[in-house]
């Protein structure tokens, strides 16, 4: 399971406060937090105007990269902005995110192969109105992004799909179509990575951790096999320890039995 960590993104209100104020310290432990605690790559999302992101992007990476070699997911939709970033970058970054517009793809497929980097691609396409409602939907999207990846040279392992993850709170059958996107999407796109946020699945709901770590069992029980939480979130990682046992992927139980002894100390 590849973790990408979420925190250290603009539109939380602390980090836009430490991104404001250059609270440099706060930065690093967030970045380190996350990697001590496991993460793969650590999603860097300034979150702010036009007009400085740029500066606070470069200003998030180079905090990061003073306490953590692990690798960054430069997240923006704007190429200026992952032009400068993936220069800045010392580990070959993951981008967060492409999507089935045309023009996007274009501005981003470049970034991607000059740094032979992983990218995350939405299953939706920006220049059309209205989100995919059906796996159908989703899968046209893809077939397009594909067919503009593998004609750039762009190997289907280095895409991490995100099945586009809807609240239930709003949409009761959301849960279901999210499965049977993952489902699809790995039988259509068997060396792909499927990705995603948690966090949407609960949105508007009470315990909203429980449903979050409950639907990432099922997730990866349908194929999931990344996904951008808070790897500090214990609960979480013990039920996909749990998970992967139970789906024979864990030789001779040692994910489990290692990252059990790891959150019986942190508790």
Request: glycine fraction near 6%; charged fraction near 25%; proline fraction near 4%.
């Amino acid at each position: 399971m590849i973790f990408i960590g979420e925190k250290i993104n603009g539109t939380r209100k602390a980090i836009q406060e430490a991104i404001i104020n250059r609270d440099a310290d706060f930065i690093k432990k967030t970045a380190l937090d996350q990697a001590n605690a496991g993460a793969d790559y650590l999603d860097v999302n300034a979150g702010t105007d036009p007009s400085r992101e740029k500066g606070d992007m470069l200003w998030l990476i180079e905090m990061v990269q003073s306490v953590t070699n692990t690798p960054i997911c430069i997240d923006s939709s704007t190429p200026e902005v992952i032009s400068e970033a993936i220069h800045a970058v010392k580990e070959t970054p993951m981008i967060n995110s492409i999507n089935g517009d045309p023009e996007r793809l274009q501005s981003f497929i470049p970034f991607i192969k000059e740094r032979d980097c992983n990218v995350i691609a939405l299953a939706l396409d920006e220049s059309q109105s209205g989100m995919p409602k059906t796996v159908e939907q989703r899968m046209v999207v893809l077939e397009n992004i594909f067919k503009a990846t593998r004609d750039a040279g762009i190997a289907d392992d280095k895409v991490f799909i995100d099945p586009l993850i809807m609240a239930v709170a709003t949409d009761q059958k959301a849960g279901l179509i999210a499965f049977e996107s993952i489902k699809t999407i790995h039988a259509a796109y068997p060396e792909a990575h499927i990705t995603g946020g948690l966090s949407n699945i609960s949105f508007g709901l009470p315990n909203r951790a429980l449903v979050n770590r409950t639907f990432l069992t099922l997730a990866v029980a349908a194929g999931m096999d990344s996904a951008v939480v808070n790897p500090e979130n214990v609960a979480l990682i013990e039920s996909l320890k749990a998970t992967e046992l139970l789906l024979g992927r864990d030789r001779f139980c040692r994910k489990y039995t290692t990252g059990a002894k790891i959150a019986f100390i942190k508790k």
